[in-house]
């Protein structure tokens, strides 16, 4: 499954996945935007948020940019 991501570095209210009307999910991270802190901080979330392990999740493209897709492998519980 890919899925459309806004990532939201350096936030006080992460690490947090909602669900916009769109159907992207903004993704919330502590992380700073340096050095792909944010990126494996929204991985992480992501992971948790839909029941998988973090190797399932990949990113697909925008790894520098905060509109980002992921690719989520396996059985997805979504939480």
Do not use: C, W
Request: proline fraction near 4%.
């Amino acid at each position: 499954m890919v899925i459309r991501v806004v990532v939201k570095p350096n936030s006080s209210k992460g690490p947090l996945v909602q669900v916009l009307e769109d159907g992207t999910l903004q993704v919330y991270v502590r992380a700073p935007a340096v050095e792909g802190k944010a990126n494996a901080a929204a991985a992480e979330a992501l992971a948790r948020h839909f029941g998988v392990s973090k190797s399932a999740v990949r990113l697909t493209g925008g790894a520098t940019s905060r509109f980002k897709r992921f690719e989520i492998d396996g059985e997805v519980a979504q939480g």
